[in-house]
């Protein structure tokens, strides 16, 4: 009986010991001290001694009860500890992996990358200009006569210093004139400021680019063939081009360039109104007046000049029904352009 009390706390102590977590304790603590556990039932051992062996018994089997217990609580203790040490170190490695989501660029700066990747492919740089303009950059150079409603403030934002919020990319033209002297082979695009109300197409803040081409004999065959390409590059192989005569102060003659809808690839639906074609640019030969204003010489030098809502592209290019979309930054929309 002493030798078995003796080996029962041998292996209890190796047990305990070697428990790492509560799990293990609390099956040590079964195998040992439990109803059927090996102490137990050594204590009920004792009936089968000769009564003059019981009192020696009985001490020693009290003795390693109390070492078992002490052994419990201590493991207990140990366990409780290292738990809460790798909690407090913030380490579960039963947690998956965080996953790192990849950026992607907005829809509008990935149509502005289109664009120039495409009008550098036919010989364009890209030049820039600022937000901030002056009137004479925006308006009087690109002559645009003095009482033209696109000049009311209702229309413009104008700084307290007489500034403005550039309207167009079209002064970039004028910046680019001034500072070299021709053949000019250039795309800008930025950001434009308008005061119009916000709907599905107007937004008060977009972006344009802007094209021109300002070289000896250029003529609208060039443009024209310019503008096809580009239509092609970006909506396909199919896509054919047409010029409407209009208006501009700072061409002559003025043009809109429509594009084949892409919708329905010409056959009329709701998109083109049933014309199918999409309106895509303004453009036209540089006017006199312009070269003039640079300081080119116009019997010398001739060029086209175009313009284009990165917008309207990027709506028309991913089926956008309203403007807004590209500027609530909401990451279930912006999403989708990955
Ligand atoms: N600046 C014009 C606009 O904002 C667009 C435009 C039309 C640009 C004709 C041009 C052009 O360069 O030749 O509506």
Same mark, same amino acid.
């Given at each position: 009986?002493?030798?078995e009390?003796k +080996?029962i706390?041998?292996?209890a102590?190796?047990a305990?010991?070697e428990?790492?977590d509560?799990?293990a304790v609390e099956d040590?603590?079964?195998?040992f001290?439990g109803r059927?556990?090996?102490?137990?039932?050594a204590?009920g051992?004792?009936?089968t001694?000769d009564?003059?062996? /019981?009192?020696a018994a009985?001490?020693?089997?009290?003795?390693?009860?109390?070492?078992?217990a002490a052994l419990?609580?201590?493991?207990k203790?140990?366990?409780? =500890?290292s738990?809460?040490?790798a909690?407090?170190?913030?380490?579960?490695?039963?947690?998956?992996?965080?996953?790192?989501?990849?950026?992607a660029?907005?829809?509008v700066?990935?149509?502005i990358?289109?664009?120039v990747?495409?009008?550098?492919?036919?010989?364009?740089?890209?030049? =820039?200009g600022?937000?901030l =303009?002056?009137?004479?950059n925006?308006?009087d150079?690109?002559?645009?006569?003095?009482?033209h409603?696109s000049?009311?403030?209702?229309?413009?934002? %104008?700084l307290?210093?007489?500034?403005l919020?550039?309207?167009?990319?079209s002064?970039? +033209?004028?910046?680019?004139?001034?500072s +070299?002297?021709?053949?000019?082979?250039?795309?800008a695009?930025g /950001?434009?400021?308008?005061?119009?109300?916000p709907?599905?197409t107007?937004?008060?803040n977009f972006? +344009?680019?802007e094209?021109l081409y300002?070289?000896?004999?250029?003529s609208?065959?060039?443009?024209?063939s310019?503008?096809?390409a580009?239509?092609?590059?970006?909506?396909g192989?199919k896509?054919?081009?047409r010029?409407?005569?209009?208006?501009?102060?700072?061409?002559e003659?003025?043009?809109e360039?429509?594009?084949t809808c892409v919708?329905?690839?010409?056959?009329?639906?709701s998109?083109?109104?049933?014309?199918?074609?999409l309106?895509i640019a303004?453009?036209?030969?540089v006017d006199?007046?312009v070269?003039?204003a640079?300081?080119y010489d116009?019997e010398e030098?001739?060029?086209?000049?175009f313009g284009?809502?990165? =917008?309207?592209?990027?709506?028309i290019k991913?089926?956008?029904?309203?403007?807004?979309y590209? %500027?609530?930054?909401?990451i279930?929309?912006?999403?989708?352009?990955?």
């Open positions: 009986m002493l030798k009390l +080996q706390v041998v292996d102590e190796k305990f010991a428990a790492a509560e799990r040590a603590r079964v195998a001290l059927k556990g090996r102490l137990t039932l204590t051992g004792m009936k001694l009564p003059s062996d /019981r009192p009985g001490k020693a089997l009290n003795e390693a009860k109390k070492k078992l419990l609580e201590e493991a203790k140990r366990v409780a =500890e738990g809460a040490k909690k407090s170190a913030g380490i579960d490695v039963t947690l998956p992996g965080r996953q790192r989501r990849l950026g660029k907005h829809p700066t990935a149509m990358d289109d664009c990747a495409i009008f550098r492919r036919l010989g364009f740089i890209v030049a =820039e600022p937000e =303009e002056s009137v004479f925006n308006f150079a690109l002559n645009t006569p003095s009482d409603p000049r009311d403030p209702r229309d413009t934002f %104008y307290a210093d007489g500034r919020l550039r309207t167009q990319t002064p970039v +033209q004028i910046r680019v004139m001034m +070299q002297k021709p053949p000019v082979r250039i795309v695009p /950001r434009c400021f308008r005061r119009d109300t709907d599905a107007h937004s008060m972006h +344009q680019i094209g300002v070289d000896r004999d250029v609208l065959a060039d443009l024209k310019v503008l096809e580009f239509a092609r590059e970006m909506f192989e896509a054919a081009i010029m409407r005569p209009h208006f501009f102060p700072f061409t003659p003025s043009v360039c429509d594009f919708m329905c690839a010409g056959k009329g639906c998109i083109c109104k049933n014309s199918g074609w309106e303004g453009a036209g030969m006199p007046a070269l003039e640079v300081g116009p030098w001739t060029g086209f000049a284009m809502g990165i =917008e309207r592209l990027a709506m991913h089926g956008v029904s309203d403007i807004r590209f %500027y609530e930054n909401d279930r929309f912006l999403r989708q352009f990955r």
